[in-house]
């Protein structure tokens, strides 16, 4: 059974820093795409940043690149979301989740959430003074 679970969460000021964590078991990471995503009150499901199975394409979404990184660790079956300069537009439930599609452009269509499958229960992130 895939399970995964994300962690790494919390209340942060504006500027820090937070890096999410997302542990795959029942699943070897290393062969398939991994999204991140987040969604706060009142709003849709939004892809943040994804890596692509096969060719570790990434793609992150304007309103964080520079400030986000995605990546993995073979070893730990984890892949990581860094994200630094926080800002409390950053506020939202973060959730990964599995992809299946092979690119090697970064684009939005394939970090929808609708083309991802076998989501974690989300970790809350909070930016505020």
């Known amino acids: 059974q895939v399970q995964l679970v994300e962690s790494g969460g919390g209340l942060v000021q504006p500027g820090g820093s937070l890096r999410l964590s997302c542990a795959a078991s029942g699943v070897t990471l290393d062969v398939k795409g991994i999204g991140w995503f987040r969604q706060a009150p009142g709003k849709e499901r939004e892809g943040v940043s994804c890596i692509s199975r096969k060719t570790d394409a990434i793609y992150y979404a304007d309103s964080v690149k520079g400030r986000f990184t995605i990546s993995r660790d073979n070893d730990k079956n984890t892949v990581y979301l860094q994200m630094n300069s926080l800002e409390p537009d950053d506020t939202a439930v973060y959730y990964c989740?599995?992809?299946?599609?092979?690119?090697?452009?970064?684009?939005?269509?394939?970090?929808?959430?609708?083309?991802?499958?076998?989501w974690g229960q989300g970790t809350q992130v909070t930016v505020s003074s």
């Open positions: 989740a599995i992809g299946e599609w092979t690119w090697d452009r970064g684009s939005s269509w394939y970090c929808e959430a609708g083309k991802y499958h076998s």
